[in-house]
């Protein structure tokens, strides 16, 4: 797979995950419920799509960050040692920011 097909599936990532963004984007609190236990109810399920938010966030991040680096020549560099990105690990993560020996 070379950096086109591989910008094209991040591309396509970028697209989902925003839209995913998006859709949650309108599941706001309603502040209307008078029951405490119906708010209650409501709160968690706004907690339980915060922190969906919060990792569609982190994931359109990445994803933005290795566009960044194809436009800047950096792509498939390992940020911790300088060494190219093994190929199937980009295959597997476009977004990928570092080698297999120094993945988190
Ligand atoms: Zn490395």
Request: hydrophobic share 40%; net charge negative.
């Amino acid at each position: 797979m070379n950096n086109a097909e591989l910008k094209i599936k991040l591309e396509e990532e970028l697209d989902v995950v925003s839209q995913e963004l998006a859709d949650l984007g309108v599941e706001d609190i309603d502040h209307t419920a008078t029951e405490p236990d119906e708010l209650a109810d409501r709160m968690e399920a706004a907690e339980e799509s915060a922190g969906e938010t919060a990792v569609l966030s982190a994931r359109r991040k990445e994803i933005t960050a290795a566009l960044a680096r194809m436009a800047d020549g950096t792509y498939g560099i390992c940020e911790e040692c300088g060494e190219k990105i093994e190929e199937d690990r980009l295959e597997a993560n476009p977004a990928a920011r570092t080698c297999r020996a120094h993945m988190e």
